[in-house]
């Protein structure tokens, strides 16, 4: 683009060489955006990090991290066998359990 200054030294951009720049000064704008958005959603993500983080913190102390990390791979790789064993070791004590059904069948029985 050769560049031709009138008298008021505003620039003159001769009509061919106005697609194209006119081109790339939208595609800045857009571009503009875009950064806008992903830094939006850059930021969204490192503080979700942050929280997962100190969950992890909060959940795994007195833990290495490997004892996670291999808790999580054993829930991927047996999630039916892991709930069952979740399920089993949340389940109340025998002795409880056997109450609670007695209660169950007295009420169930009133009604």
């Known amino acids: 683009m050769a560049e031709k200054r009138t008298i008021t030294g505003a620039v003159a951009v001769p009509q061919a060489n106005w697609k194209t720049l006119s081109g ?3 595609e800045g704008q857009k571009s503009r955006a875009t950064i806008k958005e ?5 930021e969204a993500q ?3 990090i942050a929280a997962q983080k100190s969950k992890l913190k909060e959940y795994g102390e007195g833990q290495s991290i490997t004892s996670a990390m291999r808790f999580h791979q054993a829930e991927q ?3 039916g ?8 070791i949340m389940r109340q004590p025998p002795e409880q359990q056997q109450q609670n059904r007695a209660k169950d069948r007295q009420q169930n029985l009133s009604r």
Do not use: F, G, I
């Open 24 to 26: 790339l000064a939208k």
């Open 38 to 42: 992903l830094r939006k959603q850059n």
């Open 81 to 88: 066998r892991m709930a069952e064993v979740m399920a089993d």
């Open 46 to 48: 490192s503080r979700e």
């Open 77 to 79: 790789r047996a999630p």
